[in-house]
Nanobody, 122 residues
Framework: QAQLVETGGGLVPAGGSLRLACAASGRTYRSALVGWWRQIPMEREFVAAISWNGYRVYYADLAKGRFTISRDDAENAVYLQMNDLQPDDTAVYYC????????????????WGRGTQVTVSS
């Protein structure tokens, strides 16, 4: 199992953009899917996921049209490009890896990063 580290969070005004990165560190990882989640009060909310080969991509409704998930095998990293950010996007964002087909269940992810804070001001 890989160690995952998220970077790229920060403070931006409404309408701004951020690019989050999720990099494997210390160990090589191979999983069926890598997902992005965000922590909001009382739940962890699915944002997007990408398959190990990058050919299958999934987005929550909140992400469609604004966020783009991608991966770079050479860098062993997954990225989340976030455009047109709004105050409701404020959260701690986590990346996680799973070998399960049930990617919409957070309990199916066995490796998690520690998160990166995204704050969007109005």
């Amino acid at each position: 199992q890989a160690q995952l580290v998220e970077t790229g969070g920060g403070l931006v005004p409404a309408g701004g953009s951020l690019r989050l990165a999720c990099a494997a560190s210390g160990r090589t990882y191979r999983s069926a899917l890598v997902g992005w989640w965000r922590q909001i009060p009382m739940e962890r909310e699915f944002v997007a996921a990408i398959s190990w080969n990058g050919y299958r991509v999934y987005y929550a409704d909140l992400a469609k049209g604004r966020f783009t998930i991608s991966r770079d095998d050479a860098e062993n990293a997954v990225y989340l490009q976030m455009n047109d950010l709004q105050p409701d996007d404020t959260a701690v964002y986590y990346c996680a890896a799973t070998n399960s087909d049930y990617f919409l269940r957070p309990d199916e992810y066995d490796v998690w990063g520690r998160g990166t804070q995204v704050t969007v001001s109005s």
